[in-house]
């Protein structure tokens, strides 16, 4: 059984930071990347941004300059630190673990940017 938790949401005002975090725990084998997804209301859901085991990353195009990913790969922990909070930024997020055997979700965790 693999678990993601998730912190770091909340509400931030717009130009603000955020910081989420992600931990993967259980029977995690060769992980092939971690990334973060995000859905706002009456949207699809779409690639934030992603890291693989080799520390390659791919951001979407709205978030870049803005966002950093990162990861811990002793602690299976995936971060996103999120400057320069845009309105439209506001949505659930959730951590994605990418294995060999199958993919893995989050809960979500709920970022509000006010304008």
């Known amino acids: 059984q693999v678990q993601l938790v998730e912190s770091g949401g909340g509400l931030v005002q717009a130009g603000g930071s955020l910081r989420l975090s992600c931990a993967a725990s259980?029977?995690?084998?060769?992980?092939?990347?971690m990334g973060w997804y995000r859905q706002a209301p009456g949207k699809q859901r779409e690639l934030v941004a992603r890291?693989?085991?080799?520390?390659?990353?791919n951001y979407a195009d709205s978030v870049k300059g803005r966002f950093t990913i990162s990861r811990d790969n002793a602690k299976n922990t995936v971060y996103l630190q999120m400057n320069s909070l845009k309105p439209e930024d506001t949505a659930v997020y959730y951590c994605?673990?990418?294995?060999?055997?199958?993919?893995?979700w989050g809960q979500g965790t709920q970022v509000t940017v006010s304008s």
């Open positions: 994605m673990l990418e294995t060999i055997a199958a993919d893995y």
């Open positions: 890291i693989t085991s080799g520390g390659s990353t």
């Open positions: 259980g029977s995690i084998f060769s992980i092939n990347a």
